[in-house]
């Protein structure tokens, strides 16, 4: 039983640290970030079905009732070996399916968590805060990740998502910070005593995520009665088209060819019905805003990867080209709009892998401003840059980079996640970070889903 403790110790002690072998997130290239467009996924890693638990035919210390095997040679571990196997169980294991199903899912869950999603066991598994931000990601893309119509959400899987999120969060109840305050005893004296209060970041930031959550679905659920409707692509023709037996149909682009067409009436949407939608897009759209907010405010306060700056290029004219290092050393007033339109930028993908560059090449002029202090924390190195020389000539191509980047964003909002956030969210080891960065992805991602159908309905019914 010693041995026993000791090894459970071990793989706990192992499963703390994230594991170069087990990556959550590849590192950002050109076909990996459409994989890793903000909340893709294919799978919920609380919703599939796993088995962990064993039995052991040693004495149980707690004098628990022990399942026994008739066949001795052929061991079965899991909870489904023992479901397909239950001809050779004793009657004793009807016992244990009477147990509380919910009890059941809350260990799987549990075992997930331990184990950093190393199935095996073997410790290879990714830190916790890793194996939150991916659960979540995956809850996300198990539920919505097919709703691809403005409809109310499935019942089953609302509950799915609403029990889910509930025992994820519920991490956050447990986070607090500790601060010396002062105490009065009875006689008077006052003394320094140690208190828990509630973690300011998630004090403030997850009851307003939930909000956003709950206004969301029941966005969704207001499309209940709709003058709309919808039609997949192969059961149009062009002749059914033009007869308006379908109505108006919107206009999609060909690199939406996977969603449903929206259609209305020949006619088109009573006035009624084409003002509900534009409130419910400009509120969908609100709500877009503030989960962007509060996800690029998380990314801001996460540590930058050591692994990144030490791939960074040895200078920023490397990292951009020769045509955007020139217009960005122009000695007259910089114009990062300017910029971007004399770019031409055609795809999500060029916009990307500029953003990609435009932050590499920040970084690297920032740690050359900073060269001359070296110092080992990153950190340190922020301290100096907020004392630096506004004339120094690598801090203000790094300004200026700064300002490129947040005008690229603001033009795509749309863009996935470059590749230092990348960075950050698979080496970050913070949960409460995690789940707080997370959350507001998955419902940054809903939020822009929904605007977006709203518009090809509006589109169809103005065409």
Not at 21 to 46: K, Q, V
Not at 176 to 183: F, I, L, N, R, Y
Not at 243 to 256: C, I, M, P, T, Y
Request: proline residues 4%; aromatic residues 8%; charged residues 25%.
């Amino acid at each position: 039983m010693e041995h026993l403790s000791k090894s459970d110790d071990t793989s706990a002690d192992q499963n703390d640290q994230p594991s170069s072998e087990t990556p959550a997130y590849s590192t950002m290239s050109t076909d990996s970030a459409r994989a890793y467009f903000r909340t893709n996924s294919d799978t919920s890693a609380f919703s599939e079905t796993v088995d962990d638990s064993s039995y052991s035919s040693e004495p149980s210390p707690s004098h628990w009732p022990v399942v026994k095997c008739e066949r001795q040679n052929n061991p079965i571990l899991g909870r489904l070996g023992m479901k397909q196997h239950k001809h050779d169980v004793n009657e004793d294991y009807d016992d244990i399916e009477c147990l509380d199903p919910e009890l059941e899912t809350m260990k799987e869950r549990f075992a997930k968590l331990l184990l950093g999603e190393d199935m095996s066991g073997g410790g290879k598994g990714v830190c916790t805060a890793v194996t939150i931000s991916n659960a979540i990601t995956n809850l996300y893309a198990t539920v919505f990740g097919q709703k691809l119509r403005l409809e109310p959400l499935n019942q089953e899987k609302k509950a799915m998502w609403k029990r889910e999120m509930d025992c994820l969060l519920s991490v956050c109840d447990y986070m607090v910070d500790v601060t010396a305050s002062t105490q009065e005893l009875r006689d008077g004296t006052s003394v320094q005593v140690m208190t828990s209060i509630p973690r300011s970041d998630i004090y403030v930031n997850l009851p307003a995520l939930q909000k956003l959550d709950a206004m969301l679905l029941d966005i969704l659920d207001s499309f209940h009665e709709t003058e709309f409707w919808y039609a997949e692509k192969g059961s149009m023709s062009s002749n059914s088209i033009g007869s308006g037996s379908f109505g108006r149909v919107a206009q999609l682009n060909e690199e939406k060819w996977w969603l449903p067409v929206p259609c209305v009436p020949p006619d088109g949407l009573s006035e009624e019905s084409r003002i509900n939608l534009r409130h419910k897009r400009d509120c969908a759209n609100q709500i877009h805003k503030a989960a962007m907010a509060i996800n690029g405010n998380i990314l801001a306060e996460m540590d930058i990867p050591d692994s990144y700056m030490a791939s960074l290029p040895r200078n920023g004219r490397e990292s951009l080209g020769d045509t955007i290092y020139r217009s960005m050393c122009t000695p007259e007033k910089f114009s990062p709009e300017h910029l971007l339109d004399r770019l031409s930028i055609t795809s999500e993908h060029e916009a990307l892998d500029l953003a990609n560059r435009v932050e590499a090449s920040m970084y690297t002029w920032r740690r050359k401003s900073c060269i001359s202090h070296s110092k080992s924390s990153w950190n340190m190195v922020k301290d100096f840059i907020a004392d630096a020389e506004r004339s120094d000539k690598n801090h203000t191509l790094a300004e200026r980079a700064e300002s490129l980047l947040f005008c690229l964003k603001q033009r795509y909002p749309e863009l996935s996640q470059t590749s230092l956030d990348t960075w950050k969210i698979q080496y970050n080891q913070d949960v409460g970070q995690a789940i707080l960065e997370s959350y507001s992805r998955v419902l940054e991602g809903l939020a822009f889903n929904i605007v977006a159908r709203i518009e090809d309905v509006l589109n169809a019914d103005g065409a």
